[in-house]
């Protein structure tokens, strides 16, 4: 089941390339480093009088092996000899910055100047530089790949800035290089009870997860307090452990010992006299709803004057709503696409425009049984990007009413047609 809603973007000018980062952390203790060199092809787009043109560029980049998430790591980047042959010979100071997609997130690294000696008919080869990126969090126990997204180098000749931007094709990039993300020790839990419910003299099976292999014990507990009911069983080289308990006395919650809590709740059922009278009440599922179906009022972006220089604009996307009142184990993803920018009655369109976000969840309803986590800050396109989620529960209920919105932000190329555009948000949940 899918449900969508639409939110409108208003912005007064254009916009070239996004990079929307995690905050930048200190760099905690080197991994051994891996390098690699990797053919790219790209379209680049230079300064009259230089013509433009494509090929392949060799990108030899290193990276730690392995990192944890959210770390920030060194990254070495040596671009190779550009596809572009110049025309002419000049002496300028260059800065190339290089937008990389880390994992899902975009992250921008900058050379420092570079004096360059440009030789008519010899192509640039610039030299190799040193930056950061950070490992998107969310990621442990998973390989993070880097691709090159975008590459720009702006050219300072006499202060005059001749800027050429080389896309690649497919966009973005061929792997680049990988780093293998720590995966995060998993405290012991106590998963379910089978039975959950029964009187005096029941065996209970208790089963847990993140447990050492060998043997285990179980208990039973009323009011956190051991009410001397114990069992035993083991937990396989999985950490899947299995362990039996007979209940004898009056108890509200088993475990595996060793386990975190919270434990799997138990109904200790007593024998009452009289005449017994059995009540039924089937609860229905509800729905999983994105709102408001009608859509958001437009997102206000300030306005900009053009300057000749990239400038940066922020906004704030209004917070929709999640309601999960399905009543099950089921997780959900909400993901954004958008449209062009455009101007539909001037004809004026932005084709490079990117618009990003960093998306933000919050639980609404205290009594909701699930979290929800926001998504990695990047740039929203036509490929459904990930803002929120809330996980699957595996045994445990899920389920809640939270609200997904967000920072947005839109990047300015330094020309572009002064106009007024448009670009169509669409946030949808499954």
Known sequence: MSTTFRRRVLAGVGALSLALTGGVAGLTGTAQAATTTTPVFENCDAPAPQPDGSGTQNYTVTLPDTAKAGEVVPITIDPGASPLIPGFSVTTVNTTKITLKVGATAQVVTSPPETVSVVAGTPLDPKPFSGTIRIPDGTEGASVDVR??????????????????????????????????????????????????????????????????????????????????????????????????????????????????????????????????????????????????????????????????????????NAATVQDFRGGTLGWDVTATRTPFLNQTTGHSMAKAQLGIQPSCTVTNPDSPSTCTAGAPGAITDTPMKVASQAAGGDELTGGEFAVGGAGMIQLPP????????????????
């Open 148 to 317: 090159l997204d975008l590459a720009v180098t702006d050219a300072d000749l006499s202060g005059s800035v001749f800027t050429t931007t080389c896309t690649p094709a497919p966009r973005p990039s061929a792997v680049l290089g990988s780093v293998a993300v720590e995966a995060l020790p998993k405290d012991p839990v106590t998963t379910r009870l089978t039975p959950n419910s029964g009187k005096a003299g029941t065996a209970v099976v208790v089963n847990g997860a993140n447990f050492p292999a060998g043997p285990v014990t179980c208990s039973a507990l009323l009011e956190g307090a051991a009410t001397g009911d114990t069992g035993t069983g083991a937990a396989d080289a999985s950490g899947a452990a299995t362990c039996t308990v007979t209940v004898t006395k009056k108890a509200d919650s088993l475990r595996i010992d060793g386990s975190v809590a919270p434990y799997k709740s138990f109904v200790f059922l007593e024998e009452q006299a009289g005449v017994k009278n059995p009540i039924d009440i089937e609860v229905l599922p509800g729905a999983l709803a994105l709102g408001p179906k009608d859509g958001q009022p437009a997102v206000s972006f300030p306005s900009v004057t053009i300057n000749g220089k990239s400038q940066s604009v922020v906004g704030v996307f």
């Open 415 to 430: 020309f572009v047609f002064a106009d007024t555009y448009r670009t169509v948000v669409t946030f949808s949940i499954a």
